[in-house]
C-alpha cells in the first residue's frame, strides 16, 4: 500500500509502472481526483487508449464484465476499466471476479487493467479477501486527509505552484480557515493568484483579510442542523452557501464526511467507545445519537450511494444539477 502522494510522485517522474489491477480509496476526494487524473493520461501515452467506467451496485453483472474481458479490446489494443465502488463492498461475485483476475492477469502480458475506485474503508473492508488480493497482485492507494502540520507545508507547496508564496504563519492560518479541507483550501489559492501578481508574498494579515472564514462556519452550522433534523433551517444554510459562492465539492465533503460517520456508528456495537474512536467530542454526540435514530444503516448506506451521484454530476459524468442533488441529500438525511 502506498499513499496518493507518493503515487502521484511516481507518475509525474515516469517511474510508474502499470500492474494488472489498482485499488484507489479514501476520504480526500482532492487526492482522488489528482490521481484519477494524472493515471488516465499516464495510461493513455502507454497506448492505453480506450477506457471504459463502469458504476458497481448490487444488481451489478459480474458474469457479464468477466466475459466481456475475456476478449481483447474492439478500438485499441489496450483498454483501462474503471469501477466506481461507493460501498466498498463488491459482495460475492465481486470479490470472485476481483480474486481471479489478479491471479490470471498477473501471468500474462497486461493489454488490460482494471481500476478500482472506492471512497473510505474501515479496518474490516481493508482485510477483506478482495483487498488482500489486490495488495498481493497490483497496487493499493490511499487517499488520507493532512494532518495539521503536513497540510500547512501543502499549503506552502500549492501556493507556489500558483506562482505565490506563503510564509509559515500565512500558511496555517490558511489551513486554520479551511478546517483541514484540502478542496477550500485549492479554492482560496487559487482565488490568491487572481488577487495577487505572481511572486507576491502573502502574509497572515493578507490571509485574514481575503479568506473569509463564514462560509467555513456555516459548514458547521449546517452539519449541526442535519444531525438534529432542522431540515427547513439546513436547506436554507445549503442555499445562503450556494449564493456566496461555495464550491459544490466542498458541501458534498461535508455530508459524505458526516455519512460516512454515522455509518461507522450505526453498525458499532458499543456507541460510546465508537464515538471516542471518532473523536467526537461530548458536546456533539448528542446531535449524532438524534441522527441515527431516525434512521437505520441501510439508510445511511443508501444515501452515501445518492452522495456519489451527485460526485458524478460534479464532474460532468451524468446528467442533474449537483444543487438540487444536495439541496435533496440534506432533506433525506434531515427529516
Known amino acids: 500500500m502506498i499513499l496518493a502522494p507518493a503515487l502521484l510522485k511516481q507518475l509525474a517522474q515516469g517511474r510508474f509502472n502499470l500492474p494488472p489491477i489498482l485499488l484507489i480509496y479514501g476520504e480526500e476526494p482532492l487526492y482522488i481526483r489528482r490521481v484519477t487524473d494524472s493515471l488516465r493520461q499516464v495510461l493513455n501515452q ?3 487508449e480506450q477506457r471504459d467506467r463502469f458504476d458497481i451496485d448490487a444488481q451489478f453483472d459480474w458474469q457479464g464484465l468477466a466475459m466481456e474481458t475475456q476478449t481483447g479490446s474492439l478500438f485499441a489494443e489496450k483498454r483501462l476499466i474503471e469501477l466506481a465502488l461507493p460501498t466498498g463492498n463488491p459482495g460475492k461475485e465481486g470479490t470472485a471476479f476481483i ?24 479496518s474490516r473492508q481493508t482485510k477483506s479477501k478482495w483487498v488482500q488480493a489486490i495488495e498481493s497482485a497490483g497496487l ?3 487517499a488520507k486527509p493532512l494532518a495539521q502540520p503536513e497540510l500547512v507545508r501543502w ?3 500549492e501556493a507556489h505552484a500558483q506562482q505565490l508564496q506563503l510564509d509559515t504563519e500565512a500558511a496555517a492560518l490558511l489551513a486554520e480557515r479551511v478546517e483541514g479541507n484540502m478542496l477550500a483550501a485549492e479554492q482560496e489559492l487559487m482565488k490568491l493568484s487572481l488577487r495577487y501578481p505572481a511572486g507576491q508574498v502573502i502574509s497572515a494579515q493578507d490571509i485574514a483579510e481575503q479568506v473569509v472564514d463564514q ?17 427547513k433551517q439546513a436547506l436554507h444554510v445549503l442555499h445562503r452557501l450556494q449564493q456566496e459562492g461555495t464550491e459544490a465539492p ?13 455509518i461507522e456508528l450505526a453498525q458499532a456495537n458499543n456507541l460510546n467507545l465508537a464515538m471516542k474512536e471518532q473523536r467526537i467530542w461530548s458536546a456533539k454526540q448528542a446531535e449524532y445519537r438524534q441522527a441515527l435514530s431516525r434512521h437505520p444503516l441501510k439508510i445511511w448506506h ?16 451524468q446528467l442533474g444539477d449537483p444543487w438540487l442533488g444536495l439541496a435533496d441529500l440534506v432533506m433525506k438525511i434531515a427529516r
Open 46 to 48: 502507454q497506448g492505453f
Open 99 to 122: 480474486q481471479a483476475w489478479c491471479k490470471t492477469r498477473s501471468k500474462t502480458e497486461l493489454e488490460m487493467a482494471v481500476v478500482i475506485y472506492c471512497e473510505r474503508l474501515d
Open 140 to 142: 493499493v492507494v490511499q
Open 155 to 157: 499549503c506552502q507547496q
Open 215 to 231: 462560509a467555513h462556519y456555516q459548514l458547521f452550522a449546517l452539519s449541526g442542523l442535519l444531525l438534529m433534523g432542522e431540515a
Open 250 to 262: 466542498i458541501v458534498l465533503w461535508l455530508l459524505t464526511k458526516e455519512l460516512r460517520t454515522l
Open 302 to 317: 443508501r444515501l452515501l450511494i445518492d452522495a456519489y451521484q451527485i460526485d458524478r454530476q460534479i464532474k460532468g459524468l
